[in-house]
């Protein structure tokens, strides 16, 4: 089975731009989760989507934001980008909810940087 | 945002030599799991606990859920030079509606010299 697949794998931005980032989860998977890494705050959870719907969401501001499609693949935004935004952006997919003991695996992540 | 704490923050060990890490947190969580990052990957899981007390190995690597709930430890034995990476511990805690919401602590750099 392919793992958790997120593109691009690089990404260079500028102060106010906007950026999209894409995650294809494991086949099989539905739920997907996001983290950002940064060396001052470590892993910090975005959000998590289940079928389509987000279940949770972490303390981020509302330029932040993300979306689930019908065949599980996710995608997050981030508006009006900031210096402190420069990041590794980590997805990762489970097979379900942790009711189920299902846990997650996390993708390679996007590395962005903002000028 | 919310961290663990997780100790020690590095280690700097001999290939051959017992490794121990803890976690602590000032909140109680019903799962406790244990990450390996290589340099440039996203973090690969290595054990995962879900209840109180429980003790489990994968190979030379034995995690243990700690009584209170709130703190977890990681052992490695012999080390070689491929446990090389950054080592997080990450707890979850379900109320209610289920959630894969984890949150990790600090991190341990370990590294291993042959």
């Known amino acids: 089975k392919a793992g958790v697949t997120q593109t691009p794998r690089y990404l260079i931005k500028t102060r106010g731009q906007q950026v999209t980032l894409s995650c294809s989860p494991i086949s099989g998977h539905r739920s997907v989760s996001w983290y950002q890494q940064t060396p001052g705050q470590g892993l910090q959870f975005l959000f998590e989507y289940f079928s389509e719907t987000q279940r949770n969401k972490g303390n981020f501001p509302g330029r932040f934001s993300g979306r689930q499609f019908s065949n599980s693949r996710s995608e997050m935004n981030v508006s009006t980008l900031e210096l402190g935004d420069s990041a590794l952006y980590l997805c990762?997919?489970?097979?379900?909810?942790?009711?189920?003991?299902?846990?997650?695996?996390f993708g390679p992540g996007t590395r962005l940087t903002v000028l | 945002g919310q961290q663990l704490n997780q100790s020690p923050q590095s280690m700097f060990i001999q290939e051959g030599e017992d490794v121990s890490m803890n976690c602590t947190s000032s909140?109680?969580?019903?799962?406790w799991l244990w990450y390996k990052q290589d340099p440039g990957e996203g973090p690969v899981l290595l054990i995962a606990?879900?209840?109180?007390?429980e003790l489990t190995s994968n190979g030379r690597l034995t995690a243990q859920f700690g009584i209170t709930r709130k703190d977890s430890f990681l052992n490695i034995s012999a080390s070689i030079p491929s446990d090389v990476g950054i080592y997080f511990c990450?707890?979850?805690?379900?109320?209610?509606?289920?959630?894969?919401?984890?949150?990790f602590g600090t991190g341990t750099l370990l590294a291993v010299q042959p």
């Open positions: 909140s109680i969580f019903n799962t």
């Open positions: 606990l879900y209840k109180a007390g």
């Open positions: 990762a997919s489970s097979p379900g909810l942790a009711g189920s003991r299902s846990e997650q695996f």
């Open positions: 990450a707890g979850r805690m379900n109320y209610g509606g289920a959630t894969n919401k984890l949150i």
